[in-house]
């Protein structure tokens, strides 16, 4: 069993979090902008030159799936501020078990220890 993180600790992926959503979110704001000077009608335009309108649909889908990256990024960034605010960061979700520290180092939005989320991502894949 892991020890539960310290206050310094906390502050550190707090602020790793913050530099994360800020650099995440401009990210979005720059792929918006550029989809608007691309205009949907310039891309399908090419795109059905070369192989029809459901061509210029998929890469529609795919930009989107692109967006979608970045706000499922900034949910879970959002969440693990609030775990941190509410004195929950680093505590799993469902065996309130402390999540190791180089897990989180790896990945600070962790919402579950190793093995809770191998049983998450099991249950969800049957």
Same mark, same amino acid.
């Given at each position: 069993?892991?020890?539960?993180?310290?206050?310094?600790? %906390?502050?550190?992926?707090?602020?790793?979090?913050?530099?994360?959503?800020?650099?995440?979110?401009?990210?979005?704001?720059?792929?918006?902008?550029?989809?608007?000077?691309? =205009? =949907?009608?310039?891309?399908? =335009?090419?795109?059905?030159?070369?192989?029809? =309108?459901?061509?210029?649909?998929?890469?529609?889908?795919?930009? $989107?799936?692109?967006?979608?990256?970045?706000?499922?990024?900034?949910?879970?960034?959002? $969440? $693990?501020?609030?775990?941190? $605010?509410?004195?929950?960061?680093? %505590?799993?979700?469902?065996?309130?078990?402390?999540?190791?520290?180089?897990?989180?180092?790896?990945?600070?939005?962790?919402?579950?220890?190793?093995?809770?989320?191998?049983?998450?991502?099991?249950?969800?894949?049957?």
């Amino acid at each position: 069993m892991s020890e539960k993180l310290t206050g310094f600790q %906390i502050e550190q992926f707090k602020n790793l979090l913050q530099d994360r959503f800020y650099r995440v979110r401009s990210d979005l704001h720059n792929e918006l902008l550029d989809i608007d000077k691309e =205009g =949907g009608a310039k891309i399908a =335009g090419v795109v059905y030159q070369a192989a029809a =309108g459901a061509l210029a649909h998929l890469l529609t889908g795919l930009r $989107a799936i692109d967006l979608n990256h970045y706000l499922n990024e900034i949910k879970d960034i959002e $969440a $693990a501020l609030k775990r941190i $605010a509410e004195d929950e960061y680093g %505590i799993c979700l469902d065996c309130s078990s402390p999540i190791y520290f180089k897990r989180l180092l790896s990945y600070p939005t962790a919402k579950r220890c190793v093995a809770c989320q191998r049983l998450y991502e099991k249950a969800k894949n049957e």
